[in-house]
T-cell receptor, first 110, second 114 residues
Framework: SQKIEQNSEALNIQEGKTATLTCNYT??????LQWYRQDPGRGPVFLLL?????KEKRKERLKVTFDTTLKQSLFHITASQPADSATYLC?????????FGAGTRLTVKP | NAGVTQTPKFRILKIGQSMTLQCTQD?????MYWYRQDPGMGLKLIYY???????DKGEVPNGYNVSRSTTEDFPLRLELAAPSQTSVYFC?????????????FGSGTRLTVV
């Protein structure tokens, strides 16, 4: 069956360091992969997306990679700040179907 | 712009009661979605709509119904509420149904069935 796995444990890093979050998937061939940020008690907020034929995408301090051979996407936040603390969700789209991972909770400590 | 607006924010229902979760968007998006989010689980798609008058089932539609009479509104109806429907419900919209655009989510409705 289709499965999307994100870092099951919370990620704690020091301010200024680079946070790297992982999204792995099985039995799936997504045409697009998206990343969202979700704060407690709020809805997810779209950050960026990457297409299956793209290797890397950047937006300000964010970088996403997409390896369809490894079936993995990495989400990087450089020069992390306490305000980046949130849960980050990956979402995979194919054939009218968008599936979301459970998310990884990131805490950036000052 | 308000984006996607959901009401109510919180609700407690008794088993067997019914209610409607409201969702309105002001971005003229054709595509709208209802998801539920349970602790430790990814968002699960309940129903979606590709335009006014057109709806279809998602991954977990049982116990729910939807309608889409206008582009702006996409209410979710719960009939005969059950404890298994205790969850946080999110409505979302998008201008593209191909995954080429991100979804805009509402702030959610936290529902408890007792």
């Amino acid at each position: 069956s289709q499965k999307i796995e994100q870092n099951s444990e919370a990620l704690n890093i020091q301010e200024g360091k680079t946070a790297t979050l992982t999204c792995n998937y099985t039995n799936y061939s997504p045409a697009y992969l998206q990343w969202y940020r979700q704060d407690p008690g709020r809805g997810p907020v779209f950050l960026l997306l990457i297409r299956e034929n793209e290797k890397e995408k950047r937006k300000e301090r964010l970088k996403v990679t997409f390896d369809t051979t490894l079936k993995q996407s990495l989400f990087h936040i450089t020069a992390s700040q306490p305000a980046d603390s949130a849960t980050y969700l990956c979402a995979l789209y194919n054939n009218n179907d968008m599936r979301f991972g459970a998310g990884t909770r990131l805490t950036v400590k000052p | 712009n308000a984006g996607v607006t959901q009401t109510p924010k919180f609700r407690i229902l008794k088993i067997g009661q019914s209610m409607t979760l409201q969702c309105t968007q002001d971005m003229n998006h054709n595509y709208m979605y209802w998801y539920r989010q349970d602790p430790g689980m990814g968002l699960k798609l309940i129903y979606y709509s590709v335009g006014a008058g057109i709806t279809d089932k998602g991954e977990v539609p049982n116990g729910y119904n939807v309608s889409r009479s206008t582009t702006e509104d996409f209410p979710l109806r719960l009939e005969l509420a059950a404890p298994s429907q205790t969850s946080v419900y999110f409505c979302a919209s998008s201008y593209s149904g191909t995954g080429a655009a991100g979804y805009t989510f509402g702030s959610g409705t936290r529902l408890t069935v007792v």
